[in-house]
């Protein structure tokens, strides 16, 4: 059945330091790839997306980016600080379809 | 603009009860979806509403049902409840099945 995998499940970074999530997904009709943030005891919040037309995509420190061969998909963060301490999700769908397949989440800690 | 909102905050339920969890679109957004978190998990996908119809569904059992009005706020409701069902429900709006937007959560416990 459809799945996400998602490594690591905890990563400890320095502040400053880069910091990378990495997910796999199983369908390969799955085209659409949002990454969601979500701290202790909130809602999780959509930070960034791609589509699999797209190979990269950046947004200020944060970047995704997607091997459709490879079914893989990443977030990076750079020179991270302590506001980025949250838990990361990662999520697969598919076009015309309507569900989010999401990762298992990824508890990153920036050290100050 | 206003975002998803949702009710009550938590709620606090016996085994064999029944709940109904509340839901009210960002503005502008025709589509409502629904998961479950369970504690250190991702979100698990229940269902998605679309015109008031469901329009897709997960592996969740048909003790799980919902609802969606005109005004495209949702209920999702539960029976006869079990303790695996504690958990933190979500509810997401979208426009159609573009980018989803969470609500806060309504952290249910079932004891």
């Known amino acids: 059945g459809e799945n996400v995998e998602q490594h690591p499940s905890t990563l400890s970074v320095q502040e400053g330091d880069s910091a990378v999530i990495k997910c796999t997904y199983s369908?390969?009709?799955?085209?659409?790839f949002p990454w969601y943030k979500q701290e202790l005891g909130k809602r999780p919040q959509l930070i960034i997306d791609?589509?699999?037309?797209?190979g990269e995509k950046k947004d200020q420190r944060i970047a995704v980016t997607l091997n459709k061969t490879a079914k893989h998909f990443s977030l990076h963060i750079t020179e991270t600080q302590p506001e980025d301490s949250a838990v990361y999700f990662c999520?697969?769908?598919?076009?015309?379809?309507?569900?989010?397949?999401f990762g298992t989440g990824t508890r990153l800690k920036v050290l100050a | 603009e206003t975002g998803v909102t949702q009710s009550p905050t938590h709620l606090i339920k016996t085994r064999g009860q029944q709940v109904t969890l509340r839901c009210s679109s960002q503005?502008?957004?025709?589509?409502v979806s629904w998961y479950q978190q369970a504690l250190g998990q991702g979100p698990q996908f229940i269902f998605q509403?679309?015109?008031?119809?469901?329009?897709g569904r997960g592996n969740f059992p048909p003790r799980f049902s919902g609802l969606q009005f005109p005004n495209y706020s949702s209920e999702l409701n539960v029976n006869a409840l079990e303790l695996d069902d504690s958990a933190l429900y979500l509810c997401?709006?979208?426009?159609?099945?573009?980018?989803?937007?969470f609500g806060p959560g309504t952290r249910l416990t079932v004891t």
């Open positions: 503005s502008g957004h025709n589509t």
């Open positions: 997401a709006s979208s426009l159609y099945t573009r980018e989803q937007y």
């Open positions: 791609i589509r699999s037309n797209v």
């Open positions: 999520a697969a769908s598919t076009s015309g379809t309507y569900k989010y397949i």
């Open positions: 369908d390969s009709a799955s085209n659409y």
């Open positions: 509403y679309y015109r008031e119809e469901e329009n």
